[in-house]
């Protein structure tokens, strides 16, 4: 093999071992003030419940990986709370859900209090833009027990918390989504950028450069 042909293998190795996907935190809002909104029903009302949403700005271009949601979780709470990822409309109001819903990681376990739950969604592949605005969608298809903790006054600039009706029989939303300029809810957003060279692939790299000036010598003499 000659120097021209040792090099070009050389630097097809430190690609293929030296670069890899990486899962970043991109949206962070949790901040220490609290307060809570309720998803779904209440003691007195099993049959329409409140559709909870908070919009954000991307930070960052790749694949939407998951989001945590701060919930707090009541005695009476038997079913998980769900999460969509939604487009928005130009003036920022939840429009259309992107992909499927999932639940957290984690199931509810009714009575835990306040908890932070881990809802994935790498498996969809949904591309996210930096610059473009999304909104998390929470649905509990029961009467009270789950809220999602919120910042009263909001302070998160890319976003809001939006609110709509939902018949809790059929799932159906029966109602635009309302702004509510002063609440944040508490949240955090995980992206999957492109593939990134990683530092771990320098050494090899040094170490093929040697060797290769070391073949270059023993011709030259």
Known sequence: MNIK???CALFALLFASGVQAATI???DHLPGTDNGARIGGTATNATTGSVQ???FTAGLTGIFHSAVLRLSVFSTTTTDVTVGLWSVTGAGTPSALLGSTVTADT???AGTGIMDFTYNFSSQMLSMAAGTS???????GEGFGTSWRAEVPGTYTGGQRYSASQNLTTGAITSSF???NDWDFQFQTNVTTSPVPLPAGLPLLLGG???LALVR???SA
């Open 5 to 7: 042909s040792m090099g």
């Open 25 to 27: 935190l991109d949206q």
């Open 53 to 55: 949403a908070q919009t």
């Open 107 to 109: 199931s509810v376990q």
């Open 134 to 140: 999304y909104a998390l969608v929470a649905t509990h």
């Open 178 to 180: 309302l702004a509510s």
């Open 209 to 211: 450069m040697g060797l």
């Open 217 to 219: 010598r023993r011709k």
